[in-house]
């Protein structure tokens, strides 16, 4: 009698074990399922960020290099002297020992505030300046768009 006691014992602990090695499957399979779906979510994510940086890079570089063109094209029109740079004048200051007529030539086309031509080489140190200004602000829009990428 023992002898089938222990079989049937035997029987129920070995269909025990089954179930629970059965649940345990299960559930790593569940958990294996679920650890794909969100590898795949943040491939995904990080598929599309990389999608919106490589836009922004491309969208920030055309800005670059349309005002390296424009800087470049404004520094040989100073040089060939198809423009020259004014700037202008403050008619009353006195102190400075150069005051300027408020009035305007008998002959003279421009009725504005007076100005004064810089000289062309003073004028393309303005122009670099300004270059390097430029540049600054579209590498900060630039760096300000991929934080602003990274923090979405």
């Given at each position: 009698m023992t002898s089938v006691t222990w079989k049937i014992q035997d029987w129920r602990y070995g269909k025990a074990l089954a179930e629970q090695a059965r649940s345990q499957t299960e559930t790593l399979r569940q958990m294996t399922v679920a650890a794909a779906a969100s590898q795949r979510k943040e491939t995904e994510k990080r598929l599309v960020l990389e999608q919106q940086l490589a836009t922004s890079e491309q969208t920030h570089y055309r800005a670059l290099s349309d005002a390296?063109?424009?800087?470049d094209r404004l520094r040989d029109r100073l040089a060939t002297a198809n423009v020259r740079l004014s700037v202008l004048l403050d008619?009353?200051?006195?102190?400075a020992g150069c005051a300027v007529p408020a009035a305007t030539a008998a002959g003279g086309m421009?009725?504005?505030?007076p100005r004064a031509r810089l000289d062309p080489t003073h004028a393309q140190?303005?122009?670099a300046i300004t270059d390097e200004g430029d540049r600054g602000?579209?590498?900060l829009q630039a760096c300000q768009a991929y934080?602003?990428?990274l923090a979405r």
């Open positions: 390296q063109r424009d800087q008619a009353d200051d006195v102190a421009d009725h504005g505030a140190r303005i122009i602000l579209i590498a934080v602003r990428a």
